[in-house]
């Protein structure tokens, strides 16, 4: 759809999510660990370590939850060995969707989400069955912002893109390696962000119909209560009318 923000897509469960904060904190406690582990717990140097960092602050973690999960992956504590694993698949509609997870036990964690995936009608495909459709790029959204001086500083930092979308929010687009550099710039430069992250992005989208919307978003409500799950990637499209229209009757 012309003008709809990309941004959108991936937004759209955040309330759902929000009224799950517990389960949240586990997983991005989890996550935190495994990001000190393998980068150090220096965030200048640990870019992978900053954004869970920023996805748990947005999240509103506490500074102190967020210091203990670094410390529990700076030290030597055999108990916190995890695995990362993404896994691939169709799901209503033919939508494409790629499960990131944090697991320890591969056996248990595939059990769970083969079990969704059929559950709700879905395939789970061999590795690298729909990455091909998706490109990761870093995100910045600003709501209530000047578009042409927005536009204009972003496209000058090197940023990919600039979306004006039908809310009158705006899109920065950005490579995965100039996402830090193109987010510090505009936040010192006074413009307010409204949410970012580092994302996969599909290619084409697939518009879900009522009927289909209601099915997709069940299924993505029992991928997330998988306690494994770290993020969700998926090319369904489901209109503002739409989400209007479920939220209305839930």
């Not at 406690?29 to 717990?41: L, N």
């Not at 413009?191 to 289909?212: C, G, H, M, Q, V």
Request: proline share 1%; charged share 25%.
């Amino acid at each position: 759809m012309a003008g709809h923000s990309k941004w959108h897509n991936i937004q759209h469960r955040k309330g759902a999510q929000d009224a799950k904060r517990g389960k949240i904190f586990t997983k991005l406690i989890k996550e935190i660990i495994v990001a000190t582990k393998a980068g150090g717990a220096e965030i200048e140097n640990n870019p992978a370590l900053r954004m869970v960092i920023d996805k748990a602050y947005s999240a509103n973690m506490k500074k102190d939850t967020i210091e203990n999960a670094i410390k529990r992956g700076s030290g030597n504590a055999n108990d916190d060995n995890y695995e990362e694993i993404r896994y691939e698949g169709y799901s209503v509609a033919g939508t494409a969707i790629m499960v990131d997870c944090l697991t320890d036990n591969k056996n248990r964690t595939v059990a769970e989400i083969r079990y969704a995936f059929a559950k709700h009608g879905g395939n789970l495909g061999t590795a690298g069955s729909v990455g091909y459709l998706f490109t990761k790029q870093g995100f910045i959204n600003f709501e209530d912002v000047n578009e042409d001086l927005i536009i204009e500083q972003a496209l000058n930092q090197g940023a990919e893109d600039v979306i004006t979308n039908e809310n009158n929010s705006v899109d920065v687009i950005t490579k995965v390696e100039d996402y830090f550099k193109i987010k510090d710039n505009l936040s010192k430069q006074n413009f307010k962000i409204a949410s970012s992250a580092i994302s996969f992005i599909p290619s084409t989208r697939i518009n879900l119909s009522l009927e289909d919307a209601q099915k997709f978003l069940k299924f993505l409500t029992q991928l997330e209560d998988i306690d494994d799950v770290k993020d969700i990637y998926h090319n369904a499209d489901i209109s503002d009318e739409i989400m209007a229209e479920l939220q209305s009757v839930t």
